[in-house]
């Protein structure tokens, strides 16, 4: 079983940034999909990005250009770095981690991730 734990959520104004991170309990698999989900109240679940083991990202066209998924992480940790946020970028924010890499993107649904964070909340405001 592993543990994600997100964190670096928090309350910005619109044009800041946030880096969110996602801690993994173990590290005992060599390949990997991480997404980057976030969800309103009312609304569903949306993926953001996803990386693989293989360093590729994939960003959804709401993100693209201003969120990254760094690579100078420290192990069993993947983060989010949050660009030029906007007040529509309010959500909590979640990480999920799967160990097949096929089709790995932010079109992936939550429900095809195996292990599932409890999610950080990022609030933006005008």
């Known amino acids: 079983q592993v543990q994600l734990v997100e964190s670096g959520g928090g309350s910005v104004q619109a044009g800041g940034s946030l880096r969110l991170s996602c801690a993994a309990s173990?590290?005992?698999?060599?390949?990997?999909?991480m997404g980057w989900f976030r969800q309103v109240p009312g609304k569903e679940r949306e993926g953001v990005a996803a990386i693989d083991s293989d360093g590729n990202s994939r960003y959804a066209g709401s993100v693209k250009g201003r969120f990254t998924i760094p690579q100078d992480n420290a192990k069993n940790t993947q983060s989010l770095q949050m660009n030029n946020l906007k007040p529509e970028d309010t959500a909590m924010y979640y990480c999920a981690a799967r160990i097949s890499t096929q089709n790995c993107s932010p079109d992936l649904l939550v429900h095809t991730y195996t292990w599932r964070g409890q999610g950080t909340q990022v609030t933006v405001s005008s």
């Open positions: 173990k590290d005992s698999y060599r390949t990997y999909c």
